[in-house]
């Protein structure tokens, strides 16, 4: 197993470095052959892009990753970064037909937040509804509720998922179609 560098390990622990060196190594770590130091870049990139800090192409090819936590940081990090990752975009749309059910979903409401791809988003984002993970089901109906009246044309598959297992489901249901009628 690889060492973490050490400025990659200095970004990681402050989460605070905005410097373009920081920024450089933890473009090098996610391309890094040990799982964890992929991990742990695409987190503090996460939590550097509130700060401004852009590595669209690093999280874009992360998107690929073997490993689904890093992938999942990579569309957080680029969900994050709003309309600075268009150019993640057609990446994203990639993504969409990802293995993993919730890295589908994450994708889906990066989408539907940045208002691009919102179409092909809620395609995936109708699917997740009817998934077996009660997360999944969750982010779906709440990135839904997030479209406002653009999202009216769902709302019967919202009211089925008021009938939902899931109490926390059933709630994220109602929230969406309150923000869906209320805009």
Do not use: W, Y
């Amino acid at each position: 197993a690889s060492s973490l560098p050490p400025l990659l390990r200095s970004a990681i622990e402050s989460g605070l470095s905005r410097s373009s060196a920081a920024v450089a190594d933890l473009e090098r770590g996610l391309a890094d052959g040990d799982r964890r130091v992929r991990l742990a870049a695409a987190v503090a990139l996460f939590n550097m892009a509130e700060r401004g800090v852009r590595a669209v192409g690093a999280l874009r090819r992360a998107l690929k990753d073997p490993e689904r936590d890093v992938r999942l940081a990579a569309v957080m990090a680029l969900g994050r970064m709003g309309r600075a990752a268009a150019a993640a975009g057609p990446a994203l749309l990639a993504a969409l037909s990802d293995e993993d059910s919730l890295v589908r979903q994450s994708v889906a409401v990066c989408l539907v937040d940045s208002e691009s791809e919102s179409g092909k988003a809620m395609t995936v984002l109708m699917e997740g509804l009817k998934d077996g993970n009660p997360h999944v089901r969750c982010n779906a109906a709440l990135a839904m509720g997030r479209m406002g009246e653009k999202a009216e044309f769902v709302v019967p598959l919202l009211l089925d998922t008021l009938k939902d297992g899931d109490s926390h489901v059933r709630l994220s249901a109602a929230m969406a179609l309150e923000r869906i009628r209320s805009r």
